[in-house]
């Protein structure tokens, strides 16, 4: 595939690519040429059959999550679910597209994830710590090379649900999938007119905190650190929705 000419029309049309894949990878699941159980093609396949970028089959991906038909296993694949039925509770990610939606997203993690955070400091074991721990790494090893950390973010914030030894966190947290990041949707460094690496460093030091309250089973400092965290993303964003919107009515 030619790379070149194949990056810009998937920045182009990024979102009806996207549309288009999660289209087609819905029917071939309802058709039964997927079957339950089974797992999806890798990225790569799915790119080199489709003539897509990765970007666009992560986005797709992370749609059948959240639609429920899709589950990703973190270092094996992605696999396919029951089909869920029509009246199960859903938020499609591709409904999370302005400031405000995310902003809503993220009143809805402070709700459930700030708990999540206690109960992890609880509840957890060292596997499971070490598992968290693991995620973290990851996020700092790809913001040092200034490669995507979305996935392992999410995965930060899903060890930490699965640490609670309730499945309903981490159902929920998978449902949404990793459109609950908010850089998923909108360069949050950019909009809240910081500096990449600052705000990448920021970041770090609020995830360690949460690490290092869950590593002491300090479960009150564990659920400040989580709101503390996700606070900070809801008041970087809020400022920049202002901000935008201040433009868009001067512009």
């Known amino acids: 595939m030619d790379t070149q000419n194949a990056q810009p029309r998937a920045r182009r049309k990024h979102r009806s690519l996207a549309q288009e894949l999660v289209a087609d990878l819905s029917q071939r699941i309802r058709d039964g040429l997927i079957k339950r159980g089974e797992k999806l093609p890798t990225e790569s396949a799915i790119m080199e059959e489709q003539g897509v970028s990765r970007t666009v089959?992560?986005?797709?991906?992370?749609?059948?999550?959240?639609?429920?038909?899709?589950?990703?296993?973190?270092?094996?694949?992605?696999?396919?679910?029951?089909?869920?039925s029509a009246s199960g509770f859903r938020i499609d990610p591709a409904t999370i597209v302005t400031l405000r939606d995310v902003l809503a997203i993220l009143e809805l993690r402070i709700s459930l994830e700030v708990e999540s955070a206690g109960m992890a400091a609880q509840r957890r074991n060292d596997v499971q710590l070490k598992a968290i721990r693991e995620a973290l790494d990851a996020i700092n090893e790809s913001a040092m090379h200034a490669s995507d950390?979305?996935?392992?973010?999410?995965?930060?914030?899903?060890?930490?649900?699965?640490?609670?030894?309730?499945?309903?966190?981490?159902?929920?947290?998978?449902?949404?999938?990793?459109?609950?990041?908010?850089?998923?949707?909108?360069?949050?460094?950019?909009?809240?007119?910081?500096?990449?690496?600052?705000?990448?460093?920021?970041?770090?030091r609020e995830h360690e905190q949460i690490f290092e309250a869950i590593a002491r089973q300090d479960a009150e400092a564990?659920?400040?650190?989580?709101?503390?965290?996700?606070?900070?993303?809801?008041?970087?964003?809020?400022?920049?929705?202002?901000?935008?919107?201040?433009?868009?009515?001067?512009?």
């Open 149 to 204: 950390a979305v996935s392992s973010d999410f995965q930060f914030h899903l060890r930490i649900a699965e640490a609670t030894g309730n499945r309903y966190f981490t159902d929920i947290l998978s449902h949404l999938g990793t459109s609950i990041i908010p850089r998923t949707r909108v360069n949050s460094a950019s909009l809240a007119r910081d500096d990449q690496a600052h705000y990448m460093a920021r970041l770090e």
């Open 57 to 84: 089959v992560r986005e797709a991906l992370s749609r059948l999550q959240a639609a429920g038909l899709v589950e990703t296993r973190h270092g094996i694949g992605t696999f396919v679910l029951d089909t869920p």
């Open 222 to 251: 564990a659920r400040a650190a989580m709101r503390l965290h996700l606070t900070n993303s809801r008041e970087r964003l809020r400022q920049a929705h202002e901000v935008a919107e201040a433009e868009a009515l001067h512009g």
